[in-house]
């Protein structure tokens, strides 16, 4: 019989334990599989989102492009409607400051300005175009203090712009004065 012929020159066949780096090896393949796997998920999955992101992003963009050239088409209506109301507006409020004028409030604080011996003898009411409302008047007083009196009173009680014209005397001694003045009442 025949024995089995054992090799046993190690030198120029040593043993080697590659049970290790084949185990390493077989778990690296399977771990760079996995990994594989899981990019080429997140690729397919997110790709597709971005592709979706971008689609709307432009949709957006349209969207807001377009609600941008209205908004520009809606100012201009709104601005030429309102240059073609403006006169009517303006006719409208000017109509309701005359109406909503308190006369008797002016013809008051006239009133308390005036000094005792004097009097109004012409009044000349309009209306300006800032609501104010300019006087024309000429006043008859007894001497220049009594005049110069009623202005301070008319400074007082909030009367703008006095300008006195030139003083004239009456027959029986009396100053007439002719003053312009604006009343700006009180809202």
């Known amino acids: 019989m025949n024995a089995p012929v ?8 040593p043993l080697r334990n590659r049970r290790f780096f084949m185990t390493a090896m077989r778990v ?23 592709s979706r992101l971008k689609a709307a992003m432009a949709e957006t963009s349209r969207v807001q492009a377009e609600a941008a050239r209205e908004e520009k088409r809606l100012e201009a209506d709104i601005d030429r409607e309102e240059k073609l109301s403006r006169a009517r507006v303006d006719l409208v409020n000017g109509i309701i400051l005359k ?23 012409t009044l000349s009411p309009s209306f300006t175009q800032s609501g104010a409302v300019a006087l024309e008047m000429s006043v008859t007083s007894r001497s220049l203090e009594d005049l110069e009196a009623f202005i301070t009173a008319l400074n007082a009680r909030g009367f703008k712009n006095i300008k006195v014209g030139g003083e004239q005397r009456s027959e029986d001694g009396r100053v007439l004065t002719p003053i312009s003045t604006t009343y700006e009442r009180p809202i």
Do not use: Q
Not at 6 to 13: G, M, S
Not at 36 to 48: D, E, H, S
Not at 107 to 120: N, R
């Open 99 to 121: 109406k909503t004028f308190s006369w008797t409030g002016l013809l008051s604080d006239l009133e308390a300005a005036l000094p005792g011996p004097s009097y109004i003898t």
């Open 6 to 13: 054992l090799n046993l020159n190690l030198a120029t066949r």
């Open 28 to 50: 690296s393949v399977v771990l760079f599989i996995i990994l594989a796997g899981l990019a080429a998920f997140a690729i397919l999955k997110y790709g597709g989102e971005g």
